[in-house]
Antibody, heavy 119, light 110 residues
Framework: EVQLLESGGGLVQPGGSRRLSCAASGFTFISYAMTWVRQAPGKGLEWVSAISGGGGISTYYAESVRGRFTISRDNSDNILYLQMNSLRAEDTAIYYC???????????WGQGILVTVSS | QSVLTQPPSVSAAPGQKVTISCSGSSSSIGINFVSWYQQLPGTAPRLLIYDNNKRPSGIPDRFSGSKSGTSATLGITGLQTGDEADYYCGTWDSGLSAGVFGGGTKLTVL
């Protein structure tokens, strides 16, 4: 059974940093691209970032987070990360990690973790 | 402002059919596969349709997808009250080199 479990959320001051983790199990983690998607309170889904699988290191970012967020993965421990720097109030959201399936469809999602950026 | 455009809301009676549209561009839907997600209140999104029209195991055949040009459509037949949720389309935008979602459509089963 595929499981994705996010951690690392909480309250952060504007301008601060936070690292999110997503522990994956139930599939061959190294073989799959992974993605972060966020959802601001009462709003829709926003794609944030993705990292390639298969041992590659290609990374992709939404314009809204490029230069501030860094996605990475540890294929030994099956963990996906999102390092978030220079956080802004508009980064407040539930952050989901998701496994990429066929052709950039996301076939499994974590339960999400809330990040609140506020003073 | 989402890259993909969906109607904010749709509604229909139980047992009826509804369609949800998703409009994109030549660099998004025009050249990439579309997926659809269902998000029930307070839960994570769930994949409903991938590769334009394929259903993951466990998704009933009441849900269908199609794509034509730069637009895609999700169809739901035999509506049930349990189908009340937000629905999102998604794809890759090759011009942006980024994933994109629609703004979401809230389905109300009257």
């Amino acid at each position: 059974e595929v499981q994705l479990l996010e951690s690392g959320g909480g309250l952060v001051q504007p301008g601060g940093s936070r690292r999110l983790s997503c522990a994956a199990s139930g599939f061959t983690f190294i073989s799959y691209a992974m993605t972060w998607v966020r959802q601001a309170p009462g709003k829709g889904l926003e794609w944030v970032s993705a990292i390639s699988g298969g041992g590659g290191i290609s990374t992709y970012y939404a314009e809204s987070v490029r230069g501030r967020f860094t996605i990475s993965r540890d294929n030994s421990d099956n963990i996906l990360y999102l390092q978030m720097n220079s956080l802004r109030a508009e980064d407040t959201a539930i952050y989901y990690c998701a496994k990429k399936g066929s052709n950039w469809a996301y076939d499994f999602w974590g339960q999400g973790i809330l990040v609140t950026v506020s003073s | 402002q989402s890259v993909l455009t969906q109607p904010p809301s749709v509604s229909a009676a139980p047992g009826q059919k509804v369609t949800i549209s998703c409009s994109g561009s030549s660099s998004s839907i025009g050249i990439n596969f579309v997926s659809w997600y269902q998000q029930l209140p307070g839960t994570a999104p769930r994949l409903l349709i991938y590769d334009n029209n394929k259903r993951p195991s466990g998704i009933p055949d009441r849900f269908s997808g199609s794509k034509s040009g730069t637009s895609a459509t999700l169809g739901i037949t035999g509506l049930q009250t349990g189908d009340e949720a937000d629905y999102y389309c998604g794809t890759w935008d090759s011009g942006l080199s980024a994933g994109v979602f629609g703004g979401g459509t809230k389905l109300t089963v009257l």
